[in-house]
Every structure is written in structure tokens, then in C-alpha cells.
């Protein structure tokens, strides 16, 4: 995966997921963490995004701090992306050209979450996230 195809603020979203899963003890960061450091770092596109889409944040952030509590925790080893994250960013990038985009950009990524397919995937899902091309 080439960082270097992500905007800065998509990078700083990567950065701030890879503080998040450190911070809580968990060696994979997962795709809630990627998530949790898009409304970390994003505080304007995404509530942008959510609010047109008739989506309350403050309801997906209680439920995926919960979700984020519920990761295994790990004493030492190293920060590694998971499966499901490194699938999210990669369908992101291969989403480039369908967007006409020539780097990655925060709401990519969130576009690319809603199909993670897995809790997050779901949590999005039910909260009427939807994708619009």
C-alpha cells in the first residue's frame, strides 16, 4: 500500500487510528480504529457527510467506542493494520479512478468502511450510511 496516495488528512486519520489501537492495547488496528481517527482528525468533511446523509454521529461514536473497548488487548509486539483495515484502504485506492481522484481522501476511506464487512461495515449500514456515487 502506498501512503504516499493518501491525502495528508487521510494519513493523519491512518496515524491517528494507529495512536488509537496503541493507546488501548490492541496490536491490530482495526478497522474502528480507522474510523475513530477519521472523526478524530476530520471535523469537517465527515460531519459534513453525515449530516447530508441523515446520520447522527454522536450515536455511531457511542456505539464504536464500545466497539473499540471490546478489542483484544495485547501486552508488546508490534502495531499491525488488520486484514479488514488493509482491505478497506486498498479497495480505497483501487476506488481512484472511479472517483477521478488522484489521492485518497477522507471520505474514500469512509466510503470505503461502509463495506468493511464487519462491525463497522454494519454499524454504518444500520445507521442508513449508504453509498452514493
Known amino acids: 500500500m502506498d501512503i504516499n496516495k493518501f491525502t495528508l ?5 491512518i496515524q491517528m487510528a494507529q ?7 490492541n496490536q491490530a488496528v482495526e478497522t474502528g480504529h480507522l474510523l475513530k481517527g477519521i472523526f478524530l482528525t476530520d471535523k469537517d ?52 479512478k472511479t472517483f477521478g481522484d488522484d489521492f485518497v481522501a477522507i471520505e474514500l476511506i469512509l466510503y470505503s468502511l461502509i463495506d468493511a464487512g464487519d462491525t463497522i461495515g454494519s454499524l ?10
Do not use: C, F, M, W
Request: hydrophobic residues 30%; proline residues 4%; glycine residues 6%.
Open 9 to 13: 488528512k487521510s494519513q493523519e486519520a
Open 124 to 133: 454504518l449500514k444500520d445507521n442508513k450510511l449508504i453509498k452514493n456515487t
Open 45 to 96: 468533511v465527515t460531519p459534513y457527510i453525515l449530516k447530508k446523509s441523515n446520520v447522527n454521529p454522536e450515536i455511531i461514536e457511542k456505539a464504536l467506542d464500545r466497539i473499540i473497548e471490546g478489542y483484544p488487548k495485547v501486552e508488546g509486539g508490534n502495531l499491525y493494520l488488520s486484514q479488514n483495515t488493509h482491505k478497506v484502504l486498498n479497495y480505497a485506492l483501487s476506488e481512484l
Open 19 to 25: 495512536q488509537i489501537a496503541e493507546t488501548n492495547g
